[in-house]
């Protein structure tokens, strides 16, 4: 007699559990990838609300500008003592500005002495030089601050942003570049209104002159005037503004 061997395979029923598990998975990866976007959006609009809210803290107390305050002031003021042991009282080096009442045009100098000032008077955490007075000066050691993607962020007057006309020096919270796209969208369209050429947040310049201000080329699709997600590019870079 012949005998018949049988073969042995999965059920549809048993390949249909497979892909409803396999679907499963991929769905929690893609909702966990969301999760931890949506974290580092909220990441940088909470460390731009403390800094906003250290600045203008700073003004109320001492009556004068972070970062513009010119050092025998600070020194005064803030103590000395707890000033960068760096700077030196009698004005050598300089932790401080001119004192005109506002933050210099894209000053290197006010915007490193903004984040010594800021610390040493206890409205931010960290400690920093205060001293720098070119793009490579900001952008070494411990000047300022850094985003959670380790961009420096800067707070300064600045017109180094996108503008459908002619931009106008406006006070600027730059977010520190090497910053996702998709990010950047998701961050805009919680706090704005989404188009990186308008509103209180916007893309910053690819023609900055500085890598401080600079950004990819590819971070907005200047045709349709989008985040351009479909780029993927990695480092973007944005400001909020804070007047």
Not at 12 to 26: F, T
Not at 215 to 231: G, H, K, L, M, R
Request: aromatic residues 8%.
């Amino acid at each position: 007699m012949n005998q018949i061997r049988k073969q042995s395979g999965f059920t549809l029923v048993e390949i249909a559990i497979v892909l409803v598990i396999i679907s499963l998975l991929l769905v929690g990866v893609l909702k966990g990838q969301e999760l931890i976007n949506s974290a580092r959006a909220r990441n940088l609009a909470a460390q731009n609300s403390d800094i906003q809210a250290a600045y203008f803290g700073f003004i109320d107390r001492y009556r004068q500008v972070p970062g513009d305050m010119k050092p025998a002031d600070a020194c005064n003021a803030i103590g000395a003592g707890n000033l960068p042991a760096t700077a030196n009282c009698s004005g050598t080096p300089a932790v401080g500005g001119n004192g005109d009442g506002t933050l210099n045009t894209d000053s290197y100098a006010e915007g490193a002495a903004l984040w010594a000032h800021l610390a040493a008077s206890g409205f931010i955490k960290g400690s920093y030089t205060g001293i720098a007075t070119n793009d490579a000066d900001y952008l070494a050691g411990t000047v300022a601050p850094m985003n959670v993607f380790n961009g420096r962020i800067m707070l300064v007057r600045t017109s180094k942003y996108y503008d459908a006309g002619t931009a106008s020096v406006r006070l600027a919270y730059v977010f520190g570049g090497q910053i996702p796209v998709n990010i950047l969208r998701e961050l805009d369209v919680k706090v704005d209104d989404g188009n990186p050429r308008t509103g209180i947040l916007r893309h910053s310049s690819i023609a900055g002159g500085s890598t401080v201000f600079d950004s990819t080329a590819t971070c907005v699709d200047t045709t349709n005037i989008i985040w351009s997600i479909d780029a993927n590019a990695q480092n973007c870079n944005a400001m909020y503004f804070y007047y």
